[in-house]
């Protein structure tokens, strides 16, 4: 790679080698994979068996069903868009000093779950699952952002992933 790349550190302890380096690993492409089929799989879903199942919904419900379902397009898109900028800088399309700036960023720096949506309690059982693995892989790629472009300490720890999800379901 040339050195169109590199780019001295524009905040305390943002290591741009570490961000290639990650844009460069077998992590990385799992993450990406994991990421993009879960975009992919919950259109199938929202245009598909939750169009369906939504119709069958109570009026709160319903009016659930079509917050959480934003929601969740949200962040699956920022998700999918924060992976595409980092296979940009891996493939040498863009320069990190971009994919660094703000406009790349995730937008939510928050790592608390947002409030649920009256009625939510009885959305389909796909959707919820399709919630927190939305709101797993979102909260991973939100810590690899922060990680790669604040100097964050804390790294990405697929059992803390799994912990996270585990709570969600269960409440803890």
Do not use: C, H
Not at 25 to 40: H, I, N, P, Q
Not at 62 to 82: C, H, I, K, N, P
Not at 128 to 133: F, G, N
Request: glycine share 6%; aromatic share 6%.
């Amino acid at each position: 790679m040339t050195d169109t790349n590199q780019v001295s550190p524009t905040r305390a302890g943002f290591d741009p080698k570490r961000a290639l380096d990650f844009a460069r690993s077998e992590m990385f492409d799992r993450t990406f994979k994991e990421g993009m089929a879960l975009v992919e799989e919950t259109a199938a879903y929202l245009d598909g068996p939750g169009r369906a199942a939504s119709k069958r919904l109570s009026r709160g419900a319903a009016l659930a069903y079509a917050g959480e379902s934003m929601r969740l397009t949200t962040r699956l898109m920022q998700v999918a868009s924060w992976l595409l900028v980092q296979r940009a800088v891996r493939d040498g399309e863009i320069q990190m000093a971009e994919a660094a700036s703000e406009k790349y960023r995730l937008i939510s720096r928050d790592s608390q779950q947002p409030q649920s949506f009256n009625g939510a309690d009885d959305l389909p059982e796909a959707l919820k699952t399709l919630i927190i693995r939305g709101g797993a892989i979102y909260e991973r790629v939100r810590r690899l952002d922060e990680t790669m472009y604040e100097g964050s300490a804390e790294i990405a720890n697929p059992v803390n992933d799994q912990m996270a999800k585990l709570n969600a379901v269960f409440g803890r």
